[in-house]
């Protein structure tokens, strides 16, 4: 789930092109030696198109599959970086290694506020640790803008443009996974005539009291979107009247914590909860609905390949199998959305069209305006 942290800024992003390698093999020998000169040419032309190092992220032939599982054989390894937390992560490597048997997974699987700086810290001293990795947008965006991220060819990725970052033809980012984020309540504590079916709803006196929002970029992503629903000024002007009315309390927890709080009870509402949380507590009995309270904030997870990738075989491979059928299916079993499954209701991506310093000073000004109405 969502890794709650504060960003750190880098200078902008310089995105690294993929070098073309393959020599071109000249043919050599006599005139009387045509027939060995044009066998020579013949055979340098063929080993021009199998491409090696760098040139196999972005290699897209007829033949790529079995040029990549070649390749990949001779590496026999591959090391992933995640901030994915619980059984998803061995499912995943599992999985994966199952597909591919001849290839070995070292996983380094840390909180983004600690794994970000480390391998941006491993990358530019030239000591990269990770071929490829599966961190929220936030995170995404920060290794960007250290310039450590390479373009790949990703067959597998048809899925719509706010969900890809692109360089060319080729991808920087893919979403693998998305965390729905909207309202979730108890429906002992809240009756169904008071349940709201659009944000305006949330002033409506009978939830005084009821609701609860988190001190965290979930809480601050929260005001964004209401923002992005309403524009700034009709937005700022709700969220005091929401703060005027029907105060929601504001709690220092994790996603799955103040999900936990609803629950129970403790509170009737949360209008910043998870979709997974909520699902995961009404399969143990609580009496806990999850609404899709447009615009729905989609948190995503994203894969990439990082600059000096030591296994640029294997790691092609992952990022497709991060996107492919195989890996989508164990998301959406654990309550992940896909990027490839189509919903009803309209969403929003917070980090969208921005760098990390933009989306940095946007929660800036969400956190003070949370601050201002709610604190």
């Known amino acids: 789930m969502r890794n709650i942290r504060s960003l750190r800024r880098f200078v902008k992003p310089t995105y690294v092109g993929v070098a073309v390698l393959g020599l071109l093999l000249a043919a050599c020998g006599s005139s009387s030696s045509a027939s060995s000169s044009s066998s020579a040419s013949t055979s340098g032309s063929t080993a021009s198109k199998t491409p090696t190092g760098d040139a196999l992220l972005t290699y897209q032939g007829a033949n790529a599959t079995s040029v990549l599982e070649a390749a990949a054989k001779t590496e026999g390894k591959?090391?992933?970086?995640?901030?994915?937390?619980?059984?998803?992560?061995?499912?995943?490597v599992n999985a994966f290694e199952k597909q591919y048997p001849y290839i070995h997974v070292t996983v380094?699987?840390?909180?983004?506020s600690t794994l970000i700086p480390q391998t941006i810290s491993e990358e530019q001293a030239g000591k990269p640790a990770a071929d490829v990795f599966e961190v929220t947008s936030p995170g995404a965006l920060e290794l960007q803008a250290a310039g450590l991220l390479v373009p790949y060819a990703d067959s597998t990725a048809k899925m719509p443009s706010n969900y890809v970052t692109k360089s060319g033809s080729n991808y920087l980012l893919v979403t693998d996974r998305i965390s729905w984020l909207a309202f979730g309540y108890n429906t002992t504590k809240i009756q169904a005539a008071d349940v709201p079916?659009?944000?305006?709803?949330?002033?409506?006196p009978a939830l005084k009291g009821q609701l609860v929002t988190e001190a965290s970029s979930t809480g601050w992503d929260w005001i964004g979107s209401v923002l992005y629903a309403m524009g700034k000024t009709k937005g700022e002007a709700f969220l005091q009247q929401l703060g005027q009315v029907n105060k929601p309390s504001i709690v220092s927890l994790s996603g799955a914590a103040t999900a936990g709080l609803v629950a129970s009870g403790q509170y009737g509402a949360s209008i910043s909860v998870f979709q997974d949380h909520f699902l995961e507590n009404a399969a143990k009995g609580s009496p806990v609905k999850w609404l899709p309270l447009e615009p729905v904030i989609a948190n995503v997870g994203q894969v990439g390949i990082l600059k000096n990738v030591p296994d640029p075989a294997a790691a092609a491979l992952f990022v497709n199998f991060e996107t492919g059928p195989t890996a989508q299916g164990i998301?959406?079993?654990?309550?992940?959305?896909?990027?490839?499954?189509?919903?009803?209701?309209?969403t929003w991506v917070p980090t969208q069209g921005l760098t990390a310093a933009q989306y940095a000073s946007d929660l800036t000004s969400w956190h003070a305006l949370q601050t201002k109405d709610f604190g």
């Open 197 to 204: 079916k659009t944000l305006s709803d949330l002033t409506n």
């Open 331 to 346: 998301f959406q079993q654990l309550h992940y959305g896909s990027p490839n499954v189509p919903v009803t209701f309209k």
């Open 78 to 92: 591959l090391n992933f970086m995640t901030s994915l937390a619980g059984p998803i992560v061995t499912q995943l």
């Open 108 to 112: 380094n699987r840390a909180d983004e």
